[in-house]
């Protein structure tokens, strides 16, 4: 049997009909200012984190300009020549981009004043007023002699990105820089010590 509507039934429907409706409203409204709330989160962070690798990138891309290299004569060998040159150990860390064992190097804890030099060109490359200790078990330096005396590569050898020192006049491996020295250039220059030679007698070089 058909019900026959009262007015105030239909009033009734009604009136809860848009209370649903204005209920359902209210919760789309919501949830898309929390969609929206999300999504400005997520792109704030995108573009913070954008914002730190670029300027790494600026850092690295500065560290590598500044170390350009000019004027410098070079020394160019072949592997065996240098085989019969370096002793094993200096061949193999030098040439084959091996590293010493912390703590186990000649000069890591060593602060004598002279000139450390390529063991393998005798180029002079660090001066011993910028060693300091940095309780890392490696020779290392806040800066080289000057930028021409060092070249840098990229080595992502541990699976991540670090700057490999070389012997700008021969091309030896010597050691990787870090972002992480004291003033006045925040650079350490972590060096093995089997790459260097230190000559307490030599005079120091001119800086440029
Ligand atoms: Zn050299």
């Not at 919760?27 to 730190?52: D, E, G, P, Q, S």
Request: hydrophobic share 35%; charged share 30%.
């Amino acid at each position: 049997m058909k019900r026959i509507l009262f007015g105030s039934d239909v009033w009734a429907r009604g009136s809860v009909h848009s209370h649903l409706f204005r209920l359902s409203s209210e919760i789309i409204v919501n949830c898309k200012r929390k969609i929206y709330k999300i999504m400005y989160k997520i792109a704030y962070v995108t573009l913070l984190i954008i914002f730190v690798i670029s300027c790494n990138q600026k850092k690295y891309t500065i560290m590598k300009e500044d170390k350009k290299v000019t004027n410098v004569e070079k020394v160019e060998k072949s592997n065996s020549e240098w085989k019969s040159i370096l002793t094993d150990e200096q061949y193999h860390i030098m040439i084959e981009k091996g590293t010493e064992r912390a703590f186990t190097g000649k000069y890591w804890d060593v602060f004598e004043k002279g000139t450390y030099k390529c063991a393998a060109c005798g180029f002079a490359l660090f001066d011993s007023e910028t060693k300091f200790d940095a309780h890392c078990g490696w020779p290392s330096f806040y800066d080289s002699i000057d930028s021409t005396r060092i070249t840098t590569d990229d080595d992502y050898k541990l699976g991540y990105k670090r700057i490999e020192i070389m012997c700008s006049r021969c091309g030896a491996h010597l050691g990787h820089v870090f972002p992480d020295g004291p003033k006045p250039t925040g650079q350490r220059y972590c060096v093995n010590s089997v790459s260097i030679k230190l000559d307490t007698l030599s005079e120091k070089p001119n800086r440029d």
